[in-house]
């Protein structure tokens, strides 16, 4: 019985210390997979080290449904980084440049990014 709450208290200890530290909801998921993917176009060809180690972390527990709308967001935005009309490239790069910026990041960015938006008491 003993052994058996040691290895249980291991275990809990073990599970904590690989979760990451950053919870990102569902809308937030799709947001990142969506900068992944722009980010990683050859159009952009950005460094997306980071945004990868955050997305394969945040994958992990998401519901079939969500885990389909990031598969199809992810094509979604592939084919829009592939666009041969120039506005719709135009708004990919700004995009990159401008709301993925604190994705592209990582857990790190992402983290900093909510606590300066937190309200300081």
Request: glycine share 6%; aromatic share 4%; with cysteine.
């Amino acid at each position: 019985m003993k052994f058996v709450a040691i290895v249980a208290g291991i275990a809990v200890i073990a599970a904590a210390g690989s979760a990451s530290a950053l919870e990102i909801n569902d809308m937030e998921y799709l947001t990142a997979v969506r900068c992944h993917a722009l980010a990683g176009s050859p159009l952009i060809g950005a460094d997306t080290a980071a945004i990868d180690a955050l997305v394969r972390d945040q994958r992990h527990g998401r519901s079939p449904y969500v885990q389909d709308r990031a598969k199809s967001e992810r094509s979604r935005a592939a084919r829009q980084a592939r666009s041969s009309d120039e506005s719709v490239r135009t708004q990919v790069r700004q995009e990159v440049a401008g709301a993925c910026q604190v994705w592209l990041g990582g857990e790190e960015s992402l983290l900093n990014a909510r606590a300066q938006a937190a309200p300081s008491s």
